[in-house]
């Protein structure tokens, strides 16, 4: 049995939901395909969550471009719009359209967990109706009922062991080969909608995978595999064909965009392999992550870049030292705003931190930490990570540039860098 993740960019037209088909009928085995939003529509459902929230006046026209958008990959597909799948689309449109007219609670990742789920629920639809058109029946599963988690909206924190029970339950192929279902989405003991995380979806293979016990798991992406770069940032980027599970978690860590965090380490604990895939070169090897060879393994140099970082500087009022006290008051006020820390550094009296740019969240952080500390921070920085580096590769990446912060592991260097 095979578990399947297909990205928002394979499914992003009507043309690539055909190309969809065309891959998963090459495959005759038991299979689950995991699914994400269409095309960028994580996005605009974001925008629309935020809108929503904040009493906008373009909400209603931002529900009607994403509704417009499906509406024009299903015309692509179907030539009748008289039929059942058309009326249970039409149901999950009313559905958002009638929740957008509701008064927003005050809490505002309860409102895009709710709101942002759409895009996952409107993709693995239309993609389950098109492949049993196509000829490969299937059934449509709500991962919602069976993926249970607690109620930590937008990085929902997984309930393992009902999970597993009804996981079991509902995917059991007593009546089909083949289940669509959805990534990202989760849903709590009262029947909440949460969700994973960003790019949550990758880690919602791994978790279907673990409980499942299933042979391999296949990530389809715009790229021939795992890159030593993004080639949109380096065009000489190289494809890794293998690595371990312990080196994919490291550059997942580090930000390395094609693998969700989360995602390795289920797969790691039952040795499942995991592929990571080009839908547009299907036949193509790509890049396998699976258990390290006993040999010892030669790395070329991996590069991660995070922009729009934000450098912040904290040191206390009182010039005291920067100790274990003033350390676990800065990181719980860190936590509280669920604020992830990318790098960090510290002096004497100093203590700085290198962070993604979260807007709103993070000033409302900055402004807490200065009841105590003085705070100074540098906008619009860029993280560099190198992993297994050498001298070339250093020097590629910082030469004529300002380096804010550096440091080194024995094989890693990060460096922070004005723009």
């Not at 359209?97 to 789920?117: A, C, G, R, W």
């Not at 804010?404 to 723009?419: D, G, H, I, K």
Request: net charge neutral; hydrophobic share 35%; proline share 3%.
């Amino acid at each position: 049995m095979n578990v399947f993740k297909f990205g928002g960019a394979s499914v992003d037209s009507a043309e690539g939901v055909r190309n969809f088909v065309k891959i998963v009928q090459n495959y005759k085995e038991e299979m689950i395909i995991v699914v994400s939003a269409m095309g960028k529509m994580t996005n605009a459902l974001e925008d629309l969550a935020h809108s929503y929230f904040h009493g906008h006046e373009d909400t209603k026209n931002r529900f009607l471009q994403i509704k417009n958008y499906h509406l024009e990959i299903i015309t692509g597909l179907f030539s009748e719009r008289e039929s059942k799948g058309y009326e249970e689309l039409e149901q999950i449109f009313l559905e958002l359209e009638k929740y957008l007219e509701k008064t927003p609670s005050l809490n505002y990742d309860f409102e895009y967990d709710q709101i942002v789920s759409f895009g996952e629920l409107l993709s693995t639809k239309i993609i389950s109706l098109f492949l049993t058109q196509s000829g490969r029946p299937n059934k449509w599963v709500d991962i919602r009922s069976c993926l249970k988690t607690d109620d930590t909206h937008r990085e929902a924190r997984v309930d393992w062991e009902l999970s597993s029970k009804l996981i079991n339950q509902v995917f059991n192929f007593e009546k089909t080969f083949v289940y669509i279902t959805q990534g990202f989405i989760g849903g709590t003991n009262t029947n909440m909608t949460t969700t994973l995380g960003r790019e949550g979806s990758d880690y919602t293979a791994a978790i279907l995978s673990y409980i499942l016990d299933c042979d391999r798991v296949m990530i389809w992406k715009d790229v021939p595999g795992i890159m030593n770069a993004d080639p949109k940032w380096l065009d000489d980027a190289q494809k890794l064909e293998r690595i371990s599970y312990r080196e994919a978690i490291e550059l997942a860590f580090y930000g390395a965009k094609v693998i969700h965090p989360k995602t390795i380490q289920p797969l790691k604990k039952k040795e499942i392999p995991l592929h990571v895939k080009s839908f547009k070169e299907p036949s193509e090897p790509g890049t396998i992550i699976a258990k390290a060879n006993n040999k010892r393994e030669e790395h070329i140099p991996v590069f991660i870049q995070k922009k729009n970082q934000l450098l912040i500087s904290i040191q206390p009022n009182d010039f005291s030292f920067i100790m274990e006290e003033n350390l676990s008051d800065i990181f719980s006020t860190f936590a509280k705003y669920r604020v992830k820390v990318n790098l960090t550094q510290n002096s004497a009296i100093s203590f700085s931190v290198c962070v993604d740019d979260t807007g709103e969240k993070l000033r409302e952080l900055i402004v807490e930490l200065k009841k105590n500390y003085r705070v100074r921070y540098n906008e619009h920085q860029e993280l560099i990570t190198i992993r297994h580096y050498n001298r070339e590769a250093v020097e590629r990446m910082v030469k004529g540039r300002e380096i804010l912060m550096e440091q080194r592991s024995r094989n890693t260097a990060q460096y922070v860098l004005s723009n």
